[in-house]
């Protein structure tokens, strides 16, 4: 392992350790708010953007909005405008391990030079389809296979992709039960 | 002078379970002045044993003890403080907290949501298998308390299903010597706060998977699963009278055992580097820890299954009788190496106060004569020290 300061993997660890010491004297600050807009379109093709959020006490903004699209594939007799919203889920666990493998490899001065990850959700749809009520309408489980090449041992790079879970908030919200409440306006 | 709430050793003697010995060996129990000397100096003491032995030490030293004298303030006065206990008023300069950070058992908030018709526990009113009903028990939490309850209840013939988060997972040898020989020798356990990266996490480390038993065995999440205890991962909520657990377990396995991994990696060097390797066995990697082939994310609370639930999820300071603003925001003692953030005020006893083994009993020898030169500095008017 190198030194913290040589390693780039380009994150800033430093803004990221100084936030922490920061939001540790104000917990409101740290109260954030993520934000979409979905619009219906046809069938079951809908469109969500993702612009603003709240944090820090103020309203925030991304640089430019993002737009997607969520639809399913032919053989869900649909025109597949886009992947389907479950995917999304794999979408959000791949990208937040990811991020956090990065963060965690600058934290510990570990070169990265290349993180990829498959990610595969199992799931029985007889359960969305009403086919068997013993059938849970969600992924019956998700499996996440990094391959790592980094200036780290095995033990390292595992202990890697350990904290990225650990730290992971897509991986805490899919592995934790989270209240939702769905109103109509 | 030393005020104690009931008899000497009062916690060892009326807040553990029966079958409970010290997870340290017994060469490593001396206090000042007084050690183990009887035969079996890698055995571990029965909690009888242990009030014996701090009894003693009480007579040895000739220590001011004033017993039956439960504290119930303690505030600032002129100079000093004043200690309100059930044997009268103290006027004093100095005061030492060494009340130690599990007076009470921690009982998360989903625990109000748990069905009546299940009988919940603390480790402090646990004191053996027959005080439960027949029938299974939910042990939630996975460090020394937890292992150790689970497998007497598993024994007992009561099917046992243990919550697990994060947890410290040590075999009770390695290459031949107690594992806290390991730490004692190779100096883990004298890392000072101020030497150490997060102390805060240090501070909060779960207790490790360890138990004291004459055959000196490992009680890791293997030797449970081995006795047919069922693993669920941390319990998060609880829906509609079913208990929900989170899908992570597996990372909780991969970060114990890596953490473990480390840690052996380091006696290893230790044992290379200082030329102890004639004192040890060959090095013994450990297995993994087995992962089940499922594990389940829910358990209906109200079918029967579970008639018992037994909170091993940690313990926590009390100081409601501490009139001295002197607590962060999460409730633990401000201090530094146990010097208290307001004058004359100490504190000993509390998890990595100045090294690692301070919660040991044989740990808090070197913390004690610090704080105590400290105070002593205070009391001759010394500010600086």
Redesign the interface.
Known sequence: MSDMTTVTNGVNVQALLDARDVLKGAPEAAQFTWKAQSKWQNGVHSETRIQNFFGLGAEQSHKTEAVFDADHPEIFAAEDNGITPIEYLLVGLASCLTAGVASVAQNRGIQLRSVEATVEGNHDIRGILGVDSDVRNGFN?VKVTFTIDADASK?EI??LV??S??RSAV??A????TSVTVEVA | MVLERGEVANSWRTERWGSLRLLTPNWQSRLPGHRYDGPDPDGYMAMGEVVEFIETFAKVTGAPVLTDANVTSLRPRDDGYQVTSSRGDVHCRAVIIASGACNRPVVPALADAVPPSIEQLTPFEYRNPDQLAEGGVLVVGASATGVQLAAELQRSGRPVTLSVG?HVRLPRTYRGRDVLWWMDASGIWDERYDEIDDLTRARRLPSPQLVGTPERGTLDLNALEAMGVEFV??W??V?DGRA?F???LR?MF??AD?KM??LLGTFDEWARDHGREADVGAPEPLAPTRVPDVARLQLDLRNGEIRTIVWATGFRPNYQWLDVPVLDQKGQLRHEGGVVDMPGLYALGLPVLRRRKSTFIYGIEDDAREVVDHLAGYLAGDRRA
């Open positions: 489980d033990q595992e202990a350990a904290q879970q650990k991986f805490d899919l592995t934790n039960p | 994060e991962g941390r998060a909520d829906r929900l989170s899908g992570g990372n991969t970060l890596l991994g480390r």
